[in-house]
């Protein structure tokens, strides 16, 4: 099996039946492997390091601890000066700097020898919140210069063993030129360099985090080493006891999430403000029915059913009163079928697991707003969405940035699983 991807239709239709079963998998391992010690990693398209405090690990995200794995960042990298801001700030759990520049000025011979490259190239063109441009975004060739930095790495026999990139699902219906999609040009590519190379949807709510993000992730390892095991991510949260969106969801639901962020934790009071037309939708949108007693009860670990009837029913933009919307609203209600009756302003319940952070941050198009505060959530709670340690911290110029920069970041929790899963492929047991 070189790859698989799945059309858009499939995608829609049946993208829970994807999500591999957490009951621990038979898979065959090609027999072989040697023990490493230490895996260098190569950083691509860095952002604020959600990725790669994930492969490092050593850092507790609520209850868990997620431990050291056998990685090491060797050289990180990123363009964009907010995300490196704070990526350097965050030195605690980085022993060093990330480089901010561009990769397309970036000497391949200045990088340094690597083991492992990861990297979740821009996703904003093949992103359905973004324009989708695909790549006729000059964003959307930047995966050919990953593949020159992994080309040059080869050309020095330093031949890496395998490689992850990451990015939206989006990113599946993309095509080059000649109608490849861009997964299948890369799966191409890689191949002809001798790397089995295979890609899957997964939802990060299965494997940890408490947010129904879906993301693509394609493997390559060295021919001799086979095909990565997918399976092998179930099994690292089935062994760790991790919650999940099929096993104890109840520490992934909004209201879990919220009840216990530490009154001391970092830019717990700090929020983007909505603009007035935005915070005009929210208070005509009105607030879920379940608040502050449904929240003190999530603390105590009450069950959900016992906490309230309606904990689980969230609100969006059809809660409001016909004659409160706007023209371009009414328009929508009354076409339902023409304009596929989207959920613009999505209001999450603390019954049910938040869905996707974009990088804009706004209302219209992600579940940014509390449940029950008409507000967007704050910075803190962004990051706890997100899986980020309650003590990692987002400085920020702009306050839109710190938004920006958790919201195309990969979830720790998320990268964790993929170190420790990686690592069980590599094992020789």
């Not at 911290?393 to 958790?406: C, G």
Request: glycine content about 8%.
């Amino acid at each position: 099996m070189k790859s698989y991807s799945i059309d858009s239709k499939e995608i829609t239709g049946t993208v829970e039946e994807l999500q591999s079963s957490l009951l621990k998998p038979f898979h065959f391992r090609p027999p072989g492997r040697a023990k490493i010690d230490t895996i260098k990693v190569l950083s691509l398209f860095s952002g604020c390091g959600g990725l790669d405090l994930g492969m490092i690990g050593g850092f507790k995200f609520r209850k868990n601890n997620y431990a050291k794995t056998k990685f090491e960042v060797v050289f990180a990298n990123d363009i964009d000066p907010a995300a490196t801001k704070v990526y350097n700030e965050n030195s605690k759990y980085f022993n060093h700097n990330i480089l901010e520049e561009d990769i397309t000025k970036i000497d391949c011979k200045s990088v340094p020898d690597f083991d492992f490259l990861i990297g979740g190239f821009p996703c904003q063109p093949f992103s359905n919140a973004g324009l989708r441009k695909g790549i006729n975004d000059e964003r959307g060739n930047l995966f050919g210069n990953a593949i020159d930095i992994f080309k040059n790495a080869i050309g020095k026999g330093k031949k890496p063993i395998g490689f992850m990139f990451e990015n939206v699902r989006g990113i599946m219906s993309s095509k080059m030129p000649d109608g490849t999609t861009v997964p299948d040009e890369i799966v191409k590519q890689m191949e002809e360099l001798g790397y089995a190379t295979n890609y899957k949807l997964v939802k990060a709510s299965n494997y940890g985090v408490p947010s129904n993000r879906y993301r693509l992730l394609i493997f390559g390892f060295q021919k001799d080493l086979g095909y990565f095991d997918y399976n092998l991510m179930d099994e690292v949260v089935f062994e760790n006891e991790i919650p999940n969106h099929k096993h104890q969801p109840y520490e992934l639901f909004l209201g879990s999430l919220l009840s216990d962020i530490p009154k001391d934790a970092p830019q717990k009071d700090e929020y983007w403000k909505y603009s007035p037309s935005g915070q005009h939708m929210i208070e005509n949108i009105g607030v879920c029915v379940d608040g502050v007693e449904a929240l003190t009860k999530f603390k105590e670990n009450v069950p959900l059913e016992e906490i309230s009837e309606t904990i689980s029913t969230g609100r969006s933009w059809k809660n409001m009163d016909y004659d409160k919307m706007t023209p371009r609203f009414k328009k929508i209600w009354d076409n339902p079928k023409k304009y596929h009756a989207p959920n613009f302003y999505r209001r999450f319940a603390l019954g049910e697991i938040n869905g996707t952070i974009t990088a804009s941050a706004q209302p219209e198009n992600c579940g940014i707003t509390h449940p029950f505060e008409n507000r967007r959530f704050t910075i803190r709670e962004i990051a706890r969405i997100q899986s980020f340690p309650d003590d990692f911290v987002f400085p920020y110029t702009s306050i839109s940035n710190a938004y920006k920069v958790i919201g195309n970041a990969v979830p720790p929790v998320l990268g964790w699983v993929i170190a420790k899963s990686i690592e069980k492929f590599l094992s020789e047991e």
